[in-house]
């Protein structure tokens, strides 16, 4: 209010305008706050960071191809899986597997992921992101706790899972694979979220 006292004694002042012109001039005015250039990303305000991970994996004869997204232990934060995309050369049967453990089982090697939001200056490579992403071919597949079947066709994508709600806690990871040895090349992108949290159930 003090504001506005200063301001109509300055337009008293300086432009020589009456009680009731500066009282009109007020009533016309509609101050506009525009919020939309200053609000917050929600993702930032839950310190969220958005992450892809991608590879092909060609399996040997009589061999196992499988990816993970793997969260390790002590990580201190959630893997939320956003967005699965799958091609393979041949015609089989993959699956969804759950893993458990303190390190990724063997014969897995880590591959590149990185953010999404390129204000991140990160570089996008195997190490830049705590949620990781693995490849592996073996003689069998890495086991786990099997939920999801997903026949495939030769080299045509399979449909987007663009809302799995696969959450990843410290030392658990979702493997991708058939369900018996193929010779096929397996291609698998993932998209993620990573975001700290106190307990398994935040």
């Known amino acids: 209010m003090a504001k506005l006292i200063d301001l109509a004694a300055q337009l008293r002042l300086e432009l020589g305008l009456t009680?009731?012109?500066i009282s009109n001039l007020f009533e016309r005015l509609s101050p506009v706050l525009i919020v939309d250039a200053i609000r917050?990303?929600?993702e930032d305000l839950s310190r969220t960071d958005r992450i892809i991970g991608g590879l092909a994996q060609v399996s040997a004869a009589?061999?196992?191809p499988e990816a993970?997204?793997?969260n390790p232990i002590g990580s201190n934060i959630l893997v939320i899986i956003?967005?699965?995309r799958i091609v393979c050369t041949g015609a089989i049967n993959?699956?969804?597997r759950f893993f458990r453990g303190a390190t990724v089982p063997g014969g897995f090697a880590q591959t590149i992921a990185g953010p999404?939001?390129?204000r991140d200056p990160t570089v996008m490579n195997s190490t830049s992101q705590k949620g990781q992403m693995f490849i592996a071919t073996n003689a069998a597949s890495s086991g786990g706790f099997s939920f999801e079947l997903l026949p495939t066709q030769a080299n045509v994508p399979l449909p987007d899972d663009n809302d799995p709600k696969i959450v990843l806690a410290p030392g658990t990871g979702l493997v991708i694979g058939p369900t018996a040895v193929a010779t096929v090349t397996l291609?698998?992108?993932v998209r993620w979220r990573e975001r700290s949290f106190i307990g398994i159930f935040d």
Request: no cysteine.
């Open 68 to 70: 993970m997204v793997y």
């Open 40 to 42: 917050a990303d929600p």
């Open 187 to 189: 291609y698998v992108s």
């Open 19 to 21: 009680d009731e012109q």
């Open 94 to 96: 993959l699956q969804y």
């Open 62 to 64: 009589a061999q196992v």
């Open 116 to 118: 999404l939001d390129t």
């Open 82 to 84: 956003e967005k699965i």
